[in-house]
């Protein structure tokens, strides 16, 4: 995974896009001291190269990401659920209306992130923004995956 890292490269910062505000204006990237909750940087391929190797659980490339035992554990519920949903490890699990998808999603200040699958089908998506608005972007996206996902059961 030559590009992510927690360190934002030189040669990241200049191919990375710009990062724009709720009103839609360009701010300044920001480096977050929160690592693991905020400061991953990558590509659209390698989280979407993850999925597809979660969805897919070849063992064989599996093993070189994650074991297959820990794949289970982020898609098994855990207690305590909430009102808002259910989690397992480092994953969600999204009810959307009576359709149920596993994913993780996450916003800061000018970016925004959703990945979803759907392991009966095989079925995911990812969504990337470079703005703090991205929910009203992957949003009717994620609507209308699950509206071409419904057709295949």
């Known amino acids: 995974m030559k590009n992510t890292n927690y360190e934002w490269t030189a040669e990241m910062m200049a ?47 599996l093993n070189t990401v994650l074991k297959p035992s820990t794949i289970k554990l982020m898609e098994t519920p855990v207690l305590p659920s909430s009102n808002e949903g259910e989690s397992g490890l480092g994953y969600r699990f999204m009810n959307y209306e009576g ?5 993780h999603t996450g916003e ?19 969504v990337l923004c470079n703005g703090s608005n991205g929910d009203r ?9 699950l509206k071409t996902v419904k057709t295949k059961k």
Not at 137 to 145: A, E
Request: aromatic share 12%.
């Open 15 to 61: 191919t990375s896009a710009t990062a724009y505000d709720e009103n839609g204006n360009p701010i300044k990237n920001r480096i977050f001291t929160e690592k693991a909750a905020a400061g991953l940087q990558t590509t659209i391929k390698h989280p979407a190269h993850f999925a597809e190797l979660s969805i897919n659980c070849n063992p064989k490339q």
């Open 99 to 103: 359709f149920r998808t596993i994913g």
């Open 108 to 126: 800061n200040v000018g970016w925004s992130a959703a990945l979803f699958s759907d392991l009966p089908t095989k079925s995911g998506i990812i």
């Open 137 to 145: 972007v992957w949003f009717p996206i994620y609507q209308s995956w």
